[in-house]
């Protein structure tokens, strides 16, 4: 069975700081990875989604995220963050032959202005 | 936009009362999947459809039934509320087989 694992639950920064959200997921085979953010009230939007190629995706809104086959890890990044990035992350992984998402708790992420 | 919409958005309901939530989509998706979200359990996957009258328990499935009588709409049913059902309920429309997921705007369900 697959499942995800995101380690920050709640994090502040400073509006211009670097961002980076931990994600980690179980599983052998084959993964797709998906980032969705949730703004407060509202439903979930897919950001970024990793199917193959490249392991460096780019996303709306300046973010970004790494597949690390070796670490299992598919981080979230963006370089400079605004107080408009206030939101919930949530990272989520389906793999080959599986029709069904398996998402990780979420991350809530707070910008100070 | 998906094309997805969920009806009601809101709804309190009392204890032991059936509910019935509606998800609809305009794109003709063959996949369509009912999640809840709860604080610190993040989505959970309730039940699933894979076409017209194809569907699959989830995770979470105790307690809900779900049809499709058509391609564009997945029903969502508690057949007797408890409190334990509060919570917000999302439906998502899958592509690429199911492995790619787009959300509907969700229904706040508060069951007194």
């Known amino acids: 069975a697959q499942s995800v694992s995101q380690h920050n639950h709640h994090v502040i920064l400073s509006e211009a700081a670097s961002l980076e959200l931990g994600c980690n997921y179980s599983y052998g085979g084959t993964v797709n990875l998906f980032w969705y953010v949730q703004y407060p009230g509202q439903h979930l939007q897919l950001l970024l989604k990793y199917f193959s190629g490249d392991p460096l995706v780019k996303g709306i809104k300046g973010f970004e995220a790494e597949f690390i086959k070796s670490k299992f890890s598919f981080n979230l990044r963006k370089p400079s963050v605004q107080w408009s990035d206030t939101a919930e992350y949530f990272c989520?992984?389906?793999?080959?032959?599986?029709?069904?998402?398996?998402f990780g708790t979420g991350t809530r992420l707070t910008i100070i202005p | 936009d998906a094309g997805i919409t969920q009806s009601p958005r809101h709804k309190v309901t009392e204890t032991g009362t059936p509910v019935t939530l509606r998800c609809h989509q305009t794109?003709?998706?063959?996949?369509m999947y009912w999640y809840r979200q709860d604080p610190g359990h993040g989505l959970r996957l309730i039940h699933y459809?894979?076409?017209?009258?194809?569907?699959d328990k989830g995770e979470v499935s105790d307690g809900y039934s779900v049809s499709r009588s058509k391609t564009e709409d997945f029903l969502l049913t508690l057949e007797s509320a408890t409190s334990s059902q509060t919570s917000v309920y999302f439906c998502a429309i899958g592509i690429r087989e199911g492995y790619e997921q787009y959300f509907g705007p969700g229904t706040r369900l508060t069951v007194t």
């Open positions: 459809s894979y076409g017209v009258k194809d569907t």
């Open positions: 794109e003709n998706h063959r996949y």
């Open positions: 989520a992984v389906s793999s080959f032959g599986n029709e069904k998402l398996t």
